[in-house]
């Protein structure tokens, strides 16, 4: 394998956009031909390569691990990696290799630790929207208990980037709109599957949850995700549309098929606590897309960076990191996913504007930051080959459990 392409920050632009046309393209010009001369990339399969980048970044040497994917290809597709519930995490090769993909990076920001809590447990659930197969598995927590870099102003955690019916990539912001009906009552829905729920609403855990305690989505606020857990709480067990149980504290466990379990704070607490066990309850939840457009079939967490292939105003420009992120192409018809590497030697990584600036070189028009760090990784199969393997280094030293991440998948 030839040595990956080292570039030095005035080069910049001019080669990024040389690169741009032989990932997409395939058929670089001369020009384009000396500047990725010393390239190094690879055909995974027919729609999918993948390729390395060297940059020499303001702190030093900086590798890019890239995948690019033909959304026109009919047998290329993308979707959602996971461990099969929400509030669980593997290693992405772990998930890759369960759903044979051909190639991933990992995905959104999620919840890591918990330290402020005494005796509340980190869920590992995501902080963002997850949509799979077109099944909507959760929304999002509140702005205040998301955990990652600081958010650009005018994006949230509904943001996501994802795949429709259409076959087209794009960003949008996936809102949760559901209600709990009992005794004629309408009550909105304020969380699904969600580590934390706004202060003094309903949400709804399903048999996608997991296993660990419901108790963390009580706890923080929608401003402060240090602030104490709520001292108004209350569960309900529904089974086939009637209350089957009731408790003050929400508990913890799988949830069975057909069975959903509301928890309540504040005064979705006390709205819950007008419940008796036998009474009738109906629970409908969806995930609606806050602008107009094909539904997603799949869409991940994170937050934009680049929209119109312009960098979005506020970025980080201090803090320096390895990261991943994930590009789309003018027409939605090209995906570029971006881990970057931690190994020795590239560790120094970029800041979140730097990364929107190479992704924009790189020919995306819009790009969301993933999860970083630690969790950045990268994975692909080899033509021929039996498995995916890591191809960056992970900052840590070895893959970090992560809750899900972008699959790409083939037929063929």
């Known amino acids: 394998m030839t040595p990956p392409t080292r570039v030095r920050t005035p080069q910049l632009l001019s080669l990024l956009l040389a690169w741009c046309a032989l990932l997409v393209v395939g058929a670089p010009s001369s020009a384009a031909a000396s500047a990725v001369r010393t390239r190094s990339w690879t055909a995974l399969t027919p729609g999918v390569r993948y390729a390395t980048l ?186 086939a549309g009637r209350v089957a149980a009731v408790a003050e504290q929400p508990g913890r466990g799988r949830i069975p098929e057909g069975t959903e379990v509301l928890v309540g704070r504040e005064a979705g607490a006390r709205e819950l606590r007008r419940l008796a066990v036998g009474d009738a309850v109906s629970v409908r939840h969806r995930l609606v897309a806050e602008e107009s457009g094909t539904p997603f079939r799949f869409a991940v967490g994170g937050f934009p960076v680049l929209r119109d292939g312009v960098p979005l105003d506020g970025l980080d420009r201090v803090a320096f990191a390895v990261r991943s992120a994930a590009g789309i192409g003018p027409d939605g018809r090209w995906l570029l996913l971006m881990a970057l590497d931690g190994g020795p030697g590239f560790r120094s990584g970029l800041t979140v504007a730097e990364v929107a600036d190479l992704m924009a070189g790189l020919g995306s028009s819009q790009a969301l930051s993933l999860d970083g760090g630690g969790s950045s990784t990268m994975v692909a199969r080899s033509a021929g080959a039996g498995a995916v393997t890591v191809r960056n280094h992970p900052s840590g030293g070895v893959e970090r459990p992560v809750p899900n991440g972008i699959g790409v998948f083939t037929r063929g």
């Open 54 to 239: 060297d940059l020499d970044g303001v702190k030093g040497p900086v590798r890019a691990h890239l995948l690019s994917v033909d959304l026109t290809e009919p047998d290329v597709s993308v979707g959602l990696l996971h461990p099969g519930e929400v509030a669980a995490r593997a290693p992405l090769s772990a998930l890759a290799e369960a759903q044979r993909a051909v190639g991933g990076v990992n995905g959104d920001f999620f919840h890591i630790s918990e330290t402020q809590h005494p005796g509340v447990e980190a869920t590992g659930a995501a902080v963002g929207p997850a949509v799979a197969d077109g099944k909507a598995l959760k929304a999002a927590v509140p702005d205040g208990q998301r955990f990652g870099p600081a958010l650009p102003p005018g994006t949230s955690t509904r943001d996501v980037l994802g795949v429709g019916y259409d076959g087209r990539a794009r960003l949008g912001a996936l809102e949760l709109d559901g209600t709990v009906t009992t005794r004629g009552t309408h009550l909105p829905l304020g969380g699904l599957n969600q580590y934390a729920l706004p202060v003094g609403s309903i949400g709804v855990f399903t048999s996608d949850w997991g296993a660990p305690s419901r108790l963390r989505a009580t706890c923080g606020t929608d401003t402060s995700r240090p602030a104490p857990c709520s001292a108004e709480t209350f569960e309900v067990t529904v089974r």
